[in-house]
Nanobody
Framework: QVQLVESGGGLVQAGGSLRLSCAAS????????MAWFRQAPGKEREFVAG????????YYSDSVKGRFTISRDNAKNTVYLQMNSLKLEDTAVYYC?????????????????WGQGTQVTVSS
């Protein structure tokens, strides 16, 4: 069984930065890709950024491109999301997800494991 645990969320002013971490545990953790999604109240869960586990390919939603950076540390089974120039509309619960077979996709259905989520609140 794989567990994903997010950390790093919190309250930040608009224009500020936060760094989220997602640590994976469980035997034989070999995802094809990992991603960050977010869900704001009353809205559907949306893809934010993703990264392949082997190689350098990354993918970002248009709403965060140029502001957010996803990275990983394979040795630590950890993926990070550096969020800069945060906006009010970035307020949401952020979820980490791991795909075992589908590769880097934007649809949540392609991911097999999910973390519990971490709240990010951007204030004016």
């Amino acid at each position: 069984q794989v567990q994903l645990v997010e950390s790093g969320g919190g309250l930040v002013q608009a224009g500020g930065s936060l760094r989220l971490s997602c640590a994976a545990s469980g035997r034989t953790f070999r995802p094809t890709a990992m991603a960050w999604f977010r869900q704001a109240p009353g809205k559907e869960r949306e893809f934010v950024a993703g990264i392949v586990w082997s190689g350098s390919s990354t993918y970002y939603s248009d709403s965060v491109k140029g502001r957010f950076t996803i990275s990983r540390d394979n040795a630590k089974n950890t993926v990070y999301l550096q969020m800069n120039s945060l906006k009010l509309e970035d307020t949401a619960v952020y979820y980490c997800a791991a795909a075992l077979a589908s590769g880097l996709v934007a649809g949540p259905g392609g991911y097999n494991y999910w973390g519990q989520g971490t709240q990010v609140t951007v204030s004016s």
